[in-house]
């Protein structure tokens, strides 16, 4: 039962722009909106990935460029590249469908409409730590707070892995049965 079903009934240009309610002009431009980003977004991520390629590729070449200097720009550019992956996981992808939807104007995709809603809101919280996690020193800078923490806690002898258990065998003695009778 979508939540806005009664403010549907009572307005039904809520559910949607579709060309009888808002014109020709507007349903004409919000489609071609559609189709822009539809085809705009991967042919960028296509265009920054290949000069991603020729650039990595010339750098290789040159003779100045330390191997440490080399890592750091492909750690960047994996980060940046789960970046752009998670950008049109949650933004690209729920608001092209968000266009579509609201374009028919069909009242039973609405609780879908909410729910994309809600999966904006979600960027945030598996951008960042993406971003802390594929970024060493970010990762080391958070792996330092949270060592601090749990010393200050009282936890961090549970994460040490220098420490030796000793483990002592005790002989055990064996009763028979015809002893205990006695």
């Not at 489609?31 to 590729?57: C, D, H, K, W």
């Amino acid at each position: 039962m979508p939540a806005m079903k009664d403010v549907i009934r009572l307005e039904p240009s809520t559910s949607g722009c579709d060309f009888s309610t808002c014109g020709t002009v507007v349903g004409w431009s919000i489609t071609l909106q559609e189709g822009f980003a539809a085809l705009a977004i991967p042919t960028s991520i296509f265009v920054i990935y290949a000069m991603y390629l020729r650039r990595t590729n010339y750098l290789m070449t040159q003779t100045t460029m330390s191997q440490t200097t080399m890592n750091l720009n492909r750690m960047l550019m994996r980060a940046l590249t789960i970046h752009m992956c998670i950008i049109s996981v949650f933004l690209v992808i729920p608001a092209c469908a968000l266009y579509a939807i609201a374009l028919f104007g069909n009242e039973k995709y609405n609780i879908l409409l909410e729910v994309m809603i809600v999966v904006f809101t979600c960027h945030s919280l598996v951008d960042i730590p993406a971003m802390l996690f594929f970024i060493k020193p970010y990762r080391k800078f958070m792996a330092g707070i949270f060592g601090y923490a749990l010393q200050k806690v009282g936890l961090d002898k549970f994460l040490k892995n220098d420490q030796i258990v000793i483990v002592q065998q005790v002989q055990s003695m064996t009763v028979n049965s015809s002893q205990n009778r006695a």
